[in-house]
């Protein structure tokens, strides 16, 4: 049984550039969540796919943007990267049916930019 | 005020002892409720969730105080394993969908 993968594991960026970061949620689950975690912080909510379309969002801008694909895999895009950034990115599975049940994450992707 | 707080510690403990930890919720309408526990620069790994009648998981036991708004984390028998951050997580104020939370206590067992 699967569990959630992401890819890249590490990725080092420049200032200005963008990045793409990959998730392949848990055998069964539907329903992907991303988060942004500095250190030293708890993960912070980016946002929510189900169904192919952003259901909630947290509070980061319009240069976090994602996708979900019909195979419920996502991906986390981010456009002119900040230093700012630097964090691991992780990415919950979950199932709609079970809406107020725990997630699972994946590995995470830590992004540093330079 | 966050709205999930937690002592971010570091709780140093001998092994064998036990210790406690709570996370209050600001948010009156929160229905799920989980502890997580996250290894240095690993991913959150489920630990248990939080029922309204309180549970139990062999050393570790959850329970949810909705008049105080705080959930708390007990282990007993402590191993020098537990050593983690231990993240306390609520469904959020706007969204069932949106999780919340806490920055992590930080739990240091000693031999």
């Known amino acids: 049984d699967a569990g959630v993968t992401q890819s890249p594991t590490h990725l080092i960026k420049t200032r200005g550039q963008q990045v793409t970061l990959r998730c392949s949620p848990k055998?069964?689950?539907?329903?992907v969540s991303w988060y942004q975690q500095a250190l030293g912080q708890g993960p912070q909510f980016i946002f929510q796919?189900?169904?192919?379309?952003?259901?909630q969002r947290g509070n980061f801008p319009d240069r976090f943007s994602g996708h979900q694909y019909p195979n419920y895999s996502s991906e986390l895009n981010v456009n002119a990267l900040l230093l700012g950034d630097s964090a691991l990115y992780l990415c919950?599975?979950?199932?709609?049916?079970?809406?107020?049940?725990?997630?699972?994450f994946g590995d995470g992707t830590r992004l540093s930019i330079l | 005020r966050k709205e999930v707080e937690q002592d971010p510690g570091p709780f140093n403990v001998p092994e064998g002892a036990t210790v406690a930890f709570n996370c209050t919720y600001s948010?009156?309408?929160?229905?799920?409720f989980f502890w997580y526990r996250q290894d240095c620069r690993k991913e959150p790994k489920l630990l248990m969730s939080?029922?309204?009648?309180?549970n139990e998981d062999g050393r570790f036991t959850a329970q949810l105080n909705r008049a105080s708004q705080y959930i708390s984390l007990l282990i007993r028998d402590s191993k020098l394993s537990d050593s983690a951050t231990y993240l306390c997580?609520?469904?959020?104020?706007?969204?069932?969908?949106?999780?919340?939370w806490g920055a992590g206590t930080k739990l240091i067992i000693k031999p």
């Open positions: 919950a599975s979950s199932s709609a049916q079970t809406s107020l049940g725990p997630q699972h």
């Open positions: 055998s069964g689950h539907d329903t």
């Open positions: 796919y189900y169904e192919e379309e952003e259901r």
């Open positions: 948010n009156s309408a929160s229905q799920s």
């Open positions: 939080v029922y309204s009648s309180g």
């Open positions: 997580v609520v469904n959020g104020r706007d969204s069932n969908y949106q999780l919340i």
